[in-house]
C-alpha cells in the first residue's frame, strides 16, 4: 500500500473508466472506509446504495441530461446538451452516499464518508469522481423511492467508481500554500 499522503496528493476525478467492473472485494473495502469516516456523536448517519445495473444507470444519466437542459445556469445547460454526457462518465459502480436527516451533523459526516471511499479507491488504483450533478436526479422523489434507501434518509451525492482508462498520472493543480497562521 502506497503511503497515505501520497495517495491524497496523487487522486484525481477521473471521467473515462473502463467497461469491467470493479471487484466485489474492492467495493467491499471502499465501502469499509467510509463507514470508518469520523462522524460526529458516533452517529453514523450515513446509506449507500450500490448501483451496478447498467439499465438503471443508464435510465439516470439519460434523466440528468434532460434535467440539465432545463436549468437556468448556461454552462450546466450547455454540459447536459451534450447528447453523449453522462452524469457517472460510464463508470461500472455508482454509490449513492444518503444521509439520516436527524443526526447532528449528517453534511459533514457524509462528506467524510465520501472522501474516505476516494482515497481508497485510489489506493487500489481504481477512478473516482464525486458527483454534485447528481442532484438532478436527487429531485425527482418517484425515481429516488425506487432505490430502496431507507425511510428517514435523502440521497446528498453520488460517487463513481471504475479502473481507470488511462493509466496517466497528471500533476496536482498548483496549492496555495498561503493558507495557515501559526500561533
Same mark, same amino acid.
Not at 425506487?146 to 493509466?167: D, M, R, T
Given at each position: ?6 495517495? !491524497?496528493?496523487?487522486?484525481?476525478? $477521473? ?15 471502499? !465501502?469499509?472506509?467510509? !463507514?470508518?469516516? #469520523? ?5 453514523? #448517519? ?29 454552462? !450546466? ?72 434507501? #431507507? ?7 453520488? $460517487? ?8 496517466? $498520472? ?6 496555495? #500554500?498561503? $493558507?495557515?497562521?501559526?500561533?
Amino acid at each position: 500500500m502506497r503511503d497515505v499522503l501520497e495517495i !491524497i496528493k496523487s487522486r484525481r476525478s $477521473v471521467r473515462k473508466y473502463k467497461p469491467e467492473q470493479i471487484s466485489q472485494e474492492s467495493l467491499e473495502k471502499i !465501502i469499509e472506509a467510509g !463507514i470508518y469516516a #469520523p462522524t460526529a456523536h458516533n452517529q453514523q #448517519p450515513w446509506h449507500f446504495t450500490v448501483i451496478q445495473n447498467t439499465e438503471l444507470l443508464d435510465r439516470i444519466n439519460s434523466y440528468v441530461r434532460e434535467e440539465m437542459c432545463k436549468s437556468d445556469s448556461d454552462w !450546466i445547460k450547455k454540459m447536459g446538451s451534450k447528447p453523449d454526457f453522462k452524469v457517472t462518465y460510464d463508470a461500472p459502480t455508482l454509490i449513492i452516499v444518503s444521509a439520516r436527516q436527524d443526526a447532528m451533523a449528517w453534511r459533514v459526516d457524509c462528506a467524510a464518508a465520501i472522501e474516505n471511499m476516494l482515497i481508497a479507491a485510489e489506493s487500489m488504483d481504481i477512478g473516482s469522481v464525486w458527483l454534485g450533478l447528481m442532484r438532478f436526479y436527487f429531485a425527482n422523489g418517484d425515481e429516488v423511492a425506487k432505490l430502496g434507501i #431507507p425511510q428517514g434518509y435523502e440521497p446528498y451525492y453520488g $460517487v463513481s467508481f471504475g479502473y481507470k482508462a488511462h493509466k496517466r $498520472v497528471q500533476p496536482a493543480p498548483e496549492r496555495n #500554500p498561503d $493558507v495557515v497562521n501559526y500561533i
